[in-house]
């Protein structure tokens, strides 16, 4: 079965910093991946998502992820922290061929002023 | 917005007690997905439906039940709530997920059991 490891439940970083969610999964054959973000009290929302093509997907609120197969790796960056990015962020994979998403634990993502 | 309705939206309940939440879509997806989120273990999936009377489950569906008599109706039932079944509650619509398609996600709905 899929899984999805996030690598750390709560990660800070300065106002204008580089953010940098880690996320991997264990298929062997690449999966289509998905950055979900959450925001206080509502739903998730996609961010953006990597099926096939381009390895370095670009999604909203300037926001990108690489897919890297040789590391099984699908990290979310965007190159400056804005305190409105603050929320918990969630990784997913799903198979070719699958009925559903396989979702990580999440990460939350404070931003210090 | 994914036209997604989750209902009803909080819920404070006994234990012992039997709860029906719903999910109402109304863009016509192939697939629904009921999730439950806490703390430290993310989304994890109760049921999910990938018709009208077809359904499956997930990795934690024990004590839980549901039904889709129509395409844009998924119901949630606990037949007998339990504390441990204290969540939050999020209904997710997708057309094509083997094929790369996202899901769409409703509001959620809190559910306390006392």
């Known amino acids: 079965a899929q899984s999805v490891t996030q690598l750390g439940s709560h990660v800070s970083v300065s106002e204008g910093a580089l953010v940098l969610l880690r996320c991997n999964y264990s298929s062997s054959v690449p999966p289509y991946l998905f950055w979900y973000v959450q925001y206080p009290n509502q739903g998730l929302q996609l961010l953006l998502k990597y099926t096939t093509g381009a390895t370095l997907v670009k999604g909203i609120n300037g926001f990108e992820a690489e897919f890297k197969k040789s590391e099984t790796s699908f990290h979310l960056t965007k190159p400056s922290a804005h305190m409105s990015d603050a929320a918990e962020y969630f990784c997913?994979?799903?198979?070719?061929?699958?009925?559903?998403?396989?979702f990580g634990t999440g990460t939350r993502l404070t931003v210090i002023p | 917005d994914a036209g997604i309705t989750q209902s009803p939206r909080h819920k404070v309940t006994e234990t012992g007690t039997p709860v029906t939440l719903r999910c109402h879509q109304t863009e016509n997806h192939r697939y629904m997905y009921w999730y439950r989120q806490d703390p430290g273990h993310g989304l994890r999936l109760i049921h999910y439906?990938?018709?009208?009377?077809?359904?499956d489950k997930g990795e934690v569906s024990d004590g839980y039940s549901v039904s889709r008599s129509k395409t844009e109706d998924f119901l949630l039932t606990l037949e007998s709530a339990t504390s441990s079944q204290t969540s939050v509650y999020f209904c997710?619509?997708?057309?094509?997920?083997?094929?790369?398609?996202?899901?769409?996600f409703g509001q959620g709905t809190r559910l306390t059991v006392v």
């Open positions: 997710a619509i997708s057309d094509s997920p083997g094929q790369g398609a996202e899901a769409f």
């Open positions: 997913a994979v799903s198979d070719a061929g699958a009925n559903n998403l396989f």
């Open positions: 439906s990938y018709g009208v009377k077809d359904t």
